[in-house]
T-cell receptor, first 113, second 114 residues
């Protein structure tokens, strides 16, 4: 069956360090992979989309990699700040249905001052 | 502030009530979505509308009835809900629903069934 797996445990890091979050998937062949941020009581906010032929994408302090051989995406936040504390979700569209976005469980990041 | 507006923000209803959740976007998007999210879980897709036509129904019970009156509006009509239906209901939109597009979410309606 199709699965998207993220680190289920919370990630605690010190301010200023780089946070690295992992997203692994099985039985998908996605052309695109997306990352979202969700704060408590709010809807998810889109951060980055990466295509299968892109190895890496950057936006300010964010960097995403996409390895279709390993079936893995890594999400990095450099120079992390307490304001980066949130749950981060990776998401793929189901292979046979356009419009059906499927989310991983999410990883909660806590950045301590 | 999000570009997708959901009302009400909170709703408490009894199991015999009928209520509706509303969602509005003015980004010109032609795909709109309803998701259900339980605590500490990811959003789960319920319905997809593409160009105002229902294109995906994820085997949602008939006590949830979606409606798309026009390209900017999406409603979710609720009737005879169960306590397990208590959750955050999120609406989202995207340009036309294809897989190279991000989705824009509202902040949801927090629904409690007594």
């Amino acid at each position: 069956s199709q699965k998207i797996e993220q680190n289920s445990e919370a990630l605690n890091i010190q301010e200023g360090k780089t946070a690295t979050l992992t997203c692994n998937y099985t039985n998908y062949s996605p052309a695109y992979l997306q990352w979202y941020r969700q704060d408590p009581g709010r809807g998810p906010v889109f951060l980055l989309l990466i295509r299968e032929n892109e190895k890496e994408k950057r936006k300010e302090r964010l960097k995403v990699t996409f390895d279709t051989t390993l079936k893995q995406s890594l999400f990095h936040i450099t120079a992390s700040q307490p304001a980066d504390s949130a749950t981060y979700l990776c998401a793929l569209y189901g292979s046979s249905n356009t419009g059906k976005l499927i989310f991983g469980q999410g990883t909660t990041l806590q950045v301590k001052p | 502030d999000t570009e997708v507006t959901q009302t009400p923000k909170h709703l408490v209803m009894g199991m015999t009530n009928k209520k509706s959740l509303k969602c509005e976007q003015h980004m010109g998007h032609r795909a709109m979505y309803w998701y259900k999210q339980k605590a500490k879980k990811p959003p789960e897709l319920m319905f997809v509308y593409s160009y105002e036509k229902l294109s995906i129904n994820e085997s949602v019970p008939s006590r949830f009835s979606p409606e798309c009156p026009n390209s900017s509006l999406l409603n979710l009509h609720l009737h005879a809900l169960q306590p397990e239906d208590s959750a955050l209901y999120l609406c989202a939109s995207s340009q036309d629903g294809t897989s190279n597009q991000p989705q824009h979410f509202g902040d949801g309606t927090r629904l409690s069934i007594l």
